[in-house]
């Protein structure tokens, strides 16, 4: 009997976030100004990004299967043939056999945040030509984003499985011709696999790849200035990122097999009295890993503070002013937990066979009784990186 149990638990809870921010602009244009022109142009924006991914799963897989083809007796049988070889009174037995395969893959995170980029994304464009006398100018823009992502991810997954086959334990006895016992194989494989627990975050602009070329933070192209210009130019980029990633994956493995074509007997018969039992074997395949971060802040994608000031043709008593600030505080924190316990016990048996009293030809023949098996475990993996352009090959990279 073949038995599979094929079960893939993947995509509990997948979260897939892709957050866009927009920058606030403020646009001047300004032509053949007048004699007492004041123009304060202001642009500030404040973004608060706040994503909390949170994932459970909890499975348990069991796989209890018993298979038999042993067990037969043929006693007191008379085999016209004589010793014409296998049949009449002999016992054969086919293969009994399991095969048990289990697949968990669960609790997966992916975020992106995208912010407005490039210098300074809260943008002041003033273009102010022929300006007059008394011109005053104040532009600023103001920048502020407060990012935080917080992943929490927990499995615990148990698999189980339990198998018995059987082709021995047969009894040929007191006949007369062919009266051999001759058993199939009795074998049993499993194959376990759980894997769990991914976060992947990227924070940064323009689709969350990198920097916006066209973005400005305060741009003033002033021509022919006049007396008593005053130009006060200022650009603030404040911003704040926290990531906070948790992994706890907790999975237990057993594996339980017990496997025979041995303890037969034959006595008593005259003619052809052997025994040739099958092979009896498990193999038993674990695997178990999961737990890894990845963590992407591409700096250059963030607003950073920027003054692009073109002056041409002063007057008397012109004054700038400019300014340019940024502050970039980037948090990153990730805790991985990891418990496994993998477990495998086996019983292979293809001996204990009892021949006696028989005659005739053919001794006792056993198969081949064997154990493989093959433990995995891997995980706790975080990868983090802040920084430039090499923040996309990175996510690029992981994905």
Not at 64 to 92: F, R
Request: glycine share 12%; proline share 1%; net charge negative.
């Amino acid at each position: 009997m073949r038995k599979t149990i094929a079960i893939a638990a993947s995509a509990v809870m997948m979260l897939s976030n892709v957050i866009a921010v927009s920058a606030a602009t403020n646009v001047n244009d300004i032509v053949n100004s007048g004699y007492n022109l004041d123009v304060n142009s202001s642009s500030n924006q404040t973004n608060v990004v706040t994503v909390n991914n949170s994932n459970t799963a909890v499975i348990s897989q069991t796989d209890i299967s018993s298979n038999n083809t042993g067990d037969n007796t043929s006693k007191g049988n008379i085999d016209l043939c004589g010793t014409c070889g296998a049949g009449g009174s002999s016992i054969v037995t086919g293969n009994a056999g399991s095969v048990s395969n289990m697949d968990v893959n669960v609790n997966s995170n992916s975020t992106a945040v995208t912010l407005p980029s490039g210098s300074g994304s809260s943008t002041n464009n003033a273009v102010i030509t022929n300006t007059g006398k008394h011109a005053d100018f104040n532009l600023s823009a103001n920048t502020t984003n407060v990012v935080t992502v917080n992943n929490s991810n927990e499995a615990r997954i148990n698999q189980t499985s339990i198998s018995n086959n059987n082709t021995g334990d047969n009894y040929s006895g007191k006949n007369i011709g062919s009266a051999g016992i001759m058993t199939g194989d009795a074998l049993s494989e499993s194959n376990m696999s759980a894997t769990g627990n991914s976060n992947a975050t990227l924070v940064g602009g323009e689709a969350g790849l990198g920097s916006c070329d066209t973005c400005v933070g305060n741009y003033n192209n002033i021509t022919n200035t006049g007396y008593n210009l005053d130009v006060n130019s200022s650009t603030n980029d404040v911003n704040v990122i926290g990531v906070n990633n948790y992994n706890g994956l907790w999975v237990s493995q057993t594996v339980i097999a017990s496997n025979n074509t041995g303890g037969n007997r034959s006595k008593y018969n005259i003619g052809n009295g052997g025994i040739l039992t099958g092979n009896a074997g498990s193999l038993s395949n674990m695997a178990a890993g999961g737990n890894s971060n990845a963590t992407v802040v591409g700096f250059d994608g963030l607003p950073m503070g920027a003054n692009w000031n073109q002056v041409v043709n002063t007057g008397a008593n012109g004054d700038l002013n400019l300014s340019a600030n940024t502050v970039s505080v980037a948090t990153t924190s990730n805790t991985n937990a990891l418990m496994d316990v993998q477990f495998a016990l086996a019983s292979n048996q293809s001996g204990y066979n009892y021949q006696y009293h028989n005659i005739g030809f053919w001794g006792t023949m056993t198969g081949n009784a064997g154990t493989g098996n093959n433990f995995s475990v891997w995980g706790n993996s975080n990868n983090t990186l802040i920084g430039g352009m090499w923040g996309l090959l990175a996510w690029l990279a992981w994905l």
